[in-house]
């Protein structure tokens, strides 16, 4: 048993779900993409990065502002800074 009192095969079986669900929706995606249009693309980027965003916040951030104090959020402006001038770049003629 994991400390928190999950069973290996039970935390295996999440895990297993969460790839297969990932490839499967990865599939669709890359079926779609012939017709979606940039309005949808930036809708599911959108969505993508509030989910990495829940993610940082929730489970993350707590720790590394603690850890790390006020240079935290310095790094974190500016990593989505640099992030949005490489995807932006990339959509440049």
């Known amino acids: 048993r994991i400390r928190a009192g999950t069973s290996a095969r039970r ?3 999440l895990w ?5 669900l990932c490839g499967f929706v ?3 995606g890359s ?3 012939g017709i979606a249009t ?5 809708g599911a980027s959108a969505v993508a990065g509030g989910a990495i965003l829940a993610m940082l916040s929730s489970t993350m ?4 502002y603690e850890l790390g104090g006020g ?3 310095f790094s974190t402006i500016s990593g989505f800074l640099l992030g949005f001038w490489v995807s932006s770049s990339t959509m440049l003629p």
Do not use: Y
């Open 16 to 20: 297993g779900g969460a790839v297969l």
């Open 38 to 42: 940039d309005w949808m693309v930036a």
């Open 71 to 73: 240079s935290v959020t």
């Open 26 to 28: 990865a599939m669709v």
């Open 11 to 13: 935390m295996l079986m």
């Open 61 to 64: 951030m707590p720790e590394a």
């Open 31 to 33: 079926l779609l993409s």
